[in-house]
């Protein structure tokens, strides 16, 4: 009997060709969700980046393996998270928050590792920042960059 793990990696492959979708949408991904269920969205986004097909955000979540890597993935997320908040889809709005939350509850928990501890507080402060004032991220984290380099 197969693995669960590997059924859903094949139903994922099964998927993406049978559609041939350019990239990971909203519309794919909450297709995948249905169709892989049960599933966790880390899982599927796990699965979905190996794949190397584009996505778009808040689908892609918080990346978070570098500093440039967080900045770029706030940054979308908070392209995302205005046009929703100025279309009035508190939906959406909230899942961009929502994966930022649990980014930075990630990152927190892998500050506890002594070898990723100075990184990872960092990466909590600048997710701290984005969930308190999105708006205000970019400027912050601008000077909060030049301030490091000195």
Known sequence: M???DKSRKQALGDYLAARQPAAITEAVWRELLRA??????????ELLRKTGLPFEQPYAGV????????????????AVYS???AAEDREKARYCRRQVIGAKDRARFAARNPEKRALKEEMVQWMLV???NPEVFPAWVEIRKRAASL
């Open 2 to 4: 197969p693995s669960r």
């Open 36 to 45: 892989l269920a049960p599933i966790s969205e880390s899982y599927l986004r």
């Open 63 to 78: 990346r978070q393996k570098s500093l440039a890597e967080l900045e770029e993935s706030l940054r979308e997320m908070l």
């Open 83 to 85: 046009s929703a908040k």
């Open 130 to 132: 984005w969930l308190e």
